[in-house]
């Protein structure tokens, strides 16, 4: 028998070995996805749902058991009385979430753009050769290494009206003249809040930003010093273009953060209308005040608007997640 | 046009010497290709050419004028990196005009510029596409094209070959020599590790050796009058057969070289010297015969066309004639 016959009569052998080979890929990808898959449903995926079903119930935290469906008076609902008055109600007519809702977009706009802005700095720093450089980045890390709980306790001792060190030596240097309740005044406390946050969180966006920048060639540098390319000329056009991606990522992580704040506000600013973000409602309706169902249905616009908010970012920013290679 | 003139520059990093004094006088129009080792400090000179890197100590002039504290780009220098060095998010028109539109040129002029040294490099359809979507070869001709619209007085090259396949580099390599006979007036100065490079290019080859030039000559003075054992191995393609000892003393010297393709095999009555064949590579148009005459290394023989002799045969081997005979004394130096 020939080598030619042989092929004739056996199916082509190439292209069932290929399949099989794909198929096993297939199998293996599977084999490897499904453990991630089954832990998301029971931490991510379960509680989401059951989050979302509450919010259509009467829940109390008292008995979850005995729940009652009722549609989506959590969220609105209008009651005509019999003089013919006319009573909306829920989330979505509440001025207190709005409120929150307002605060905390206040919050992640401002915080994330500073904390943007100064991380850039620093990263263009860290970036340049010195003495001593391996340091100071290991320095600059240390507010994001402590615990946001300590730290927030350090900032509440240091802006204290009565017995911080800020009162203490602005007063001194003649800035203030009398002592300031920078956590507790509606005047300053958002700000005090702002400046901690930027504060903790400014050494993570440099160190994102940092590995953007170390990721950019540098014999584009030296083709720039021979077209002559002026420094600030070359971070706009040269150094900022590239490294954008890595900005885009940093600046969504930073959000999705933001857009949850919790400890940093619980603790510094407690029962404070000026802060109060989405998820400090959330957790003083759901415990607090014995609200389960209505908390679980502000907890429930949080998760979409926080949603929204990362899809419209993803597509009107065209972040790509590969880095931009 | 610019002459270039090196005197006594040095350049260290920190307890490092890379250049330990180098004086070159390099002409107006000439193609100077620095060539040498890795680590003998060719890429740091051309750096220092080009201002990417402050001179230690020394000085240079370039057209008399003193250059050490000048910038790259007051220099009016262009230079083409091994790595291509192109602005990954700009297009291949962009990359070309980003110099001129700084210089605050005419967009018009700047257009006319471009497309001038696209056509010149084949490169005019791939004007709109970004860097990555171009081939190597593509990509180093856009650098080439960057640095032609800038219209310098120097060119710099740094290896710029290396990262190319081998069918590519040899036509690459065509198309600098093209350039530099088009641009007759522009001074280059190439840098690269191949000899072979250097012999095609060059008007005049800068052989360096551990941050110190060795020899500097046309490419055949180099070839047929190598100033050191050193440039005499690196000149030449193979490498020059090199006798010591009792091998050498025949011909009365300490060293002696004879290139693979002044040896002759001989009556075995009438060698220099008689071995063995040890190795053959048949490349077709040459067969190059390696022979193991007892000394430290083996001696190649380059046979035009196919040879008949196989690895085990003797074979004897004399110089072709008396002037191919290179004669070196302990010091390295041609006697």
């Given at each position: 028998m020939t080598a030619e016959t042989s092929f004739s009569q056996a199916p082509p052998p190439e292209a069932t070995r290929r399949s099989r080979l794909t198929a096993q890929r297939i199998r293996s990808a599977w084999i490897f996805l499904t453990p991630m898959m089954l832990a998301l449903a029971l931490v991510a995926g379960w509680p989401l749902f059951r989050n979302i079903y509450?919010?259509?119930?009467?829940?109390?935290?008292?008995?979850?058991?005995?729940?009652?469906?009722?549609?989506?008076?959590?969220?609105?609902?209008?009651?005509?009385?019999?003089?013919?008055?006319?009573?909306?109600?829920?989330?979505?007519?509440?001025?207190?979430?709005?409120?929150?809702?307002?605060?905390?977009?206040?919050?992640?706009?401002?915080?994330?753009?500073?904390e943007t802005v100064f991380g850039l700095i620093v990263a263009l720093v860290l970036n340049a050769e010195?003495?001593?450089?391996?340091?100071?980045?290991?320095?600059?890390?240390?507010?994001?290494?402590?615990?946001?709980?300590?730290?927030?306790?350090?900032?509440?001792?240091?802006?204290?009206?009565?017995?911080?060190?800020?009162?203490?030596?602005?007063?001194?240097?003649?800035?203030?003249?009398?002592?300031?309740?920078?956590?507790?005044?509606?005047?300053?406390?958002?700000?005090?809040?702002?400046?901690?946050?930027?504060?903790?969180?400014?050494p993570f966006m440099a160190l994102l930003i940092l590995a953007g920048l170390q990721m950019v060639p540098k014999d584009i540098?030296?083709?720039?010093?021979?077209?002559?390319?002026?420094?600030?000329?070359?971070?706009?056009?040269?150094?900022?273009?590239?490294?954008?991606?890595?900005?885009?990522?940093?600046?969504?992580?930073?959000?999705?953060?933001?857009?949850?704040?919790?400890?940093?506000?619980?603790?510094?600013?407690?029962?404070?209308?000026?802060?109060?973000?989405?998820?400090?409602?959330?957790?003083?309706?759901?415990?607090?005040?014995?609200?389960?169902?209505?908390?679980?249905?502000?907890?429930?616009?949080?998760?979409?608007?926080?949603?929204?908010?990362?899809?419209?970012?993803?597509?009107?920013?065209?972040?790509?997640?590969?880095?931009?290679? | 046009m610019a002459r270039i003139q090196l005197n006594g520059v040095r350049k260290s990093f920190g307890d490092v010497h890379v250049i330990k004094g180098?004086?070159?006088?390099?002409?107006?129009?000439?193609?100077?290709?620095?060539?040498?080792?890795?680590?003998?400090?060719?890429?740091?000179?051309?750096?220092?050419?080009?201002?990417?890197?402050?001179?230690?100590?020394?000085?240079?002039?370039?057209?008399?004028?003193?250059?050490?504290?000048?910038?790259?780009?007051?220099?009016?220098?262009?230079?083409?990196?091994?790595?291509?060095?192109?602005y990954p998010h700009m297009s291949v028109y962009d990359n070309m005009a980003f110099g001129l539109r700084l210089a605050k040129g005419e967009e018009a002029e700047t257009r006319k510029r471009v497309e001038r040294a696209a056509e010149m490099l084949q490169i005019k359809q791939y004007l709109d596409r970004l860097p990555k979507q171009l081939s190597g070869g593509q990509r180093q001709r856009v650098a080439i094209g960057r640095a032609i619209v800038r219209d310098p007085q120097v060119f710099l090259f740094d290896e710029p070959l290396s990262n190319l396949?081998?069918?590519?580099?040899?036509?690459?390599?065509?198309?600098?020599?093209?350039?530099?006979?088009?641009?007759?007036?522009?001074?280059?100065?190439?840098?690269?590790?191949?000899?072979?490079?250097?012999m095609t290019l060059a008007d005049r080859i800068c052989v360096l050796r551990d941050g110190l030039v060795e020899q500097v000559g046309t490419p055949l003075e180099l070839y047929e009058k190598p100033a050191s054992v050193f440039v005499a191995g690196f000149i030449g393609s193979p490498k020059m057969n090199f006798f010591s000892g009792a091998h050498a003393s025949p011909l009365g010297a300490h060293t002696i070289g004879v290139r693979p393709e002044h040896l002759l095999a001989a009556p075995e009555s009438a060698g220099t010297w008689s071995g063995q064949v040890a190795h053959r590579e048949v490349m077709g148009s040459d067969t190059y015969l390696y022979i193991d005459v007892g000394g430290p290394e083996l001696i190649t023989l380059r046979e035009t066309g196919i040879s008949g002799r196989n690895p085990g045969?003797?074979?004897?081997?004399?110089?072709?004639?008396?002037?191919?005979?290179?004669?070196?004394?302990?010091?390295?130096r041609p006697v």
């Open positions: 509450f919010s259509f119930t009467d829940a109390s935290l008292t008995n979850l058991g005995a729940a009652q469906w009722i549609g989506f008076d959590n969220y609105y609902s209008k009651i005509t009385l019999p003089s013919g008055r006319e009573i909306t109600s829920g989330l979505l007519v509440d001025p207190e979430w709005w409120r929150a809702v307002g605060n905390t977009l206040r919050f992640a706009f401002l915080s994330v753009g500073f010195f003495k001593g450089r391996a340091l100071v980045r290991a320095a600059v890390l240390v507010p994001w290494a402590i615990p946001t709980i300590v730290s927030a306790k350090i900032w509440a001792w240091m802006l204290n009206d009565q017995f911080g060190v800020i009162n203490d030596v602005f007063l001194k240097l003649g800035l203030i003249s009398e002592k300031v309740a920078w956590t507790a005044s509606p005047d300053t406390a958002m700000t005090a809040v702002l400046i901690v946050d930027i504060w903790k969180t400014t540098y030296e083709a720039a010093k021979i077209d002559g390319v002026h420094p600030v000329k070359q971070f706009f056009k040269i150094t900022l273009p590239l490294i954008w991606p890595a900005v885009m990522v940093a600046v969504i992580f930073r959000l999705l953060d933001a857009l949850r704040i919790f400890d940093l506000i619980y603790v510094l600013t407690p029962n404070n209308a000026q802060t109060r973000t989405m998820s400090v409602a959330v957790r003083e309706n759901l415990f607090d005040f014995d609200n389960f169902a209505y908390g679980s249905a502000q907890a429930t616009m949080l998760f979409f608007i926080i949603a929204l908010i990362t899809i419209l970012y993803i597509t009107l920013g065209r972040v790509r997640f590969d880095g931009g290679k | 180098v004086d070159l006088d390099i002409r107006a129009g000439e193609f100077m290709v620095f060539v040498g080792p890795s680590g003998c400090g060719k890429s740091t000179l051309l750096r220092l050419i080009a201002g990417l890197e402050d001179i230690t100590s020394g000085e240079m002039r370039f057209n008399d004028q003193r250059v050490n504290d000048k910038t790259p780009s007051e220099r009016g220098i262009a230079m083409v990196f091994q790595s291509y060095a192109l396949d081998a069918a590519l580099r040899v036509a690459t390599r065509l198309e600098i020599a093209k350039l530099h006979h088009d641009m007759g007036k522009a001074t280059m100065i190439y840098v690269t590790h191949d000899q072979v490079e250097a045969d003797r074979i004897a081997l004399t110089p072709m004639a008396p002037h191919y005979v290179h004669r070196f004394n302990e010091a390295g």
